[in-house]
């Protein structure tokens, strides 16, 4: 995995990592994640309840994600993927994950790469210098791991024809937590948690605010992530709309402390657009938090087949229409929650994802 952070900054892909790995522990496999660290304090010796073995990120290139490593995390792959009977690698377009690769290469042990979305068709020269080095280290991968067809068609692009199978892998949570808290009582606020990035949209969960306040007035609206450039936009949003009290930007968040602001939201609302799949909706419905998402989530086909989520084009007026719809009808609220809750136990357990990666492995 590239980063692991105590602000969660590289999203979904961190805590599928960790969730598959705690599957796998408790099935008595011997699992560790490899990854950079990057946190207030030292790097803690367990991600969860997994092994963790890390160095501080440092950035040797420009690029977010892109340019972070540290040279001594070769020796710690190296070591890591001489005893191990599969890698898996959480694979975007970075330095870690290249160095990831070649090692597993060099060291030929079979490995799988899950690339989260975060493998497309790129044109920049940058890029395209990149790819030099890593599709032909990303084609001998045994497996490449996608989560819905429109990703299939993207890493088909990248990697060409004769590459790796690719194999379809939804994201999953553990079903013992999905609806556990009860949704009645719960505070009327409204719960944004994302990076604050271009596709997740923070802004429009800003207008869609502005609107719904004026009908249901009580309500707050309350923003999680970590900033990636759109922060300012969002104050200046709510500075112009006058919602200083109303809208309110709360930092990022640890994972525990995520699960908590679920457990607290009336509504979980995600306005991304070309979201791969959307990890922190199924988190949300695990919470027994009913979500608003847009039509372009990975997942709002299936969520919208079983009732389990209001699915919207997007727009700041249809947010803000589902969520006044959803604040002002308990019932709507429980019965959502209810649906997701089934979803998340029939298509998103983390159990039958283990099942189906667990084969997998076997398979290399």
């Not at 160095?55 to 490593?69: C, E, K, Q, V």
């Amino acid at each position: 995995m590239t980063l692991v952070s105590d602000d969660g900054a590289y999203g979904g892909p961190t805590s599928v990592a960790a969730g598959q790995l705690e599957e796998c522990a408790a099935r008595g496999h011997d699992v560790t994640l490899v990854s950079l660290w990057r946190g207030r304090g030292p790097a803690p010796a367990r991600f969860g309840s997994v092994p963790l073995r890390t160095r501080p990120a440092r950035s040797l290139l420009p690029g977010r994600f892109t340019g972070l490593m540290h040279p001594l995390l070769v020796k710690d792959l190296w070591r890591s993927m001489g005893g191990a009977d599969v890698v898996h690698v959480h694979a975007g377009r970075d330095l870690v994950t290249l160095t990831a690769l070649a090692v597993a290469v060099l060291r030929r042990t079979r490995f799988v790469a899950q690339t989260h979305g975060m493998v497309q068709p790129r044109r920049s020269a940058a890029v395209r210098l990149f790819d030099r080095l890593y599709v032909p280290l990303l084609r001998r991968a045994r497996a490449c791991l996608v989560l819905t067809e429109q990703e299939r068609g993207a890493v088909a692009g990248v990697v060409g024809a004769g590459g790796p199978p690719l194999v379809t892998l939804p994201n999953g949570v553990r079903p013992e937590s999905a609806g556990a808290a009860e949704h009645r009582g719960r505070e009327r606020e409204v719960l944004f948690l994302a990076r604050l990035h271009p596709r997740k949209r923070p802004e429009a969960f800003v207008e869609m605010a502005a609107l719904a306040h004026r009908q249901v007035p009580d309500a707050r609206f309350t923003l999680h992530g970590a900033d990636e450039g759109v922060l300012p936009q969002v104050r200046r949003l709510i500075a112009e709309h006058g919602l200083e009290g109303v809208v309110s930007y709360g930092g990022a968040l640890e994972h525990a402390e995520a699960v908590r602001a679920y457990t607290r939201a009336a509504v979980y609302v995600l306005p991304s657009v070309d979201e791969p799949f959307g990890m922190t909706v199924i988190e949300a419905l695990a919470a027994g938090t009913p979500v608003v998402c847009t039509d372009s989530c990975g997942i709002a086909e299936e969520l919208d087949r079983r009732g389990a989520a209001v699915v919207t084009n997007g727009s700041p007026r249809q947010l803000a229409d589902a969520v006044c719809a959803l604040l002002n009808d308990e019932g709507r609220r429980q019965a959502l929650a209810a649906a997701g809750h089934r979803a998340v136990v029939e298509a998103f357990s983390v159990h039958a994802v283990t099942d189906r990666l667990e084969t997998i492995y076997r398979r290399l």
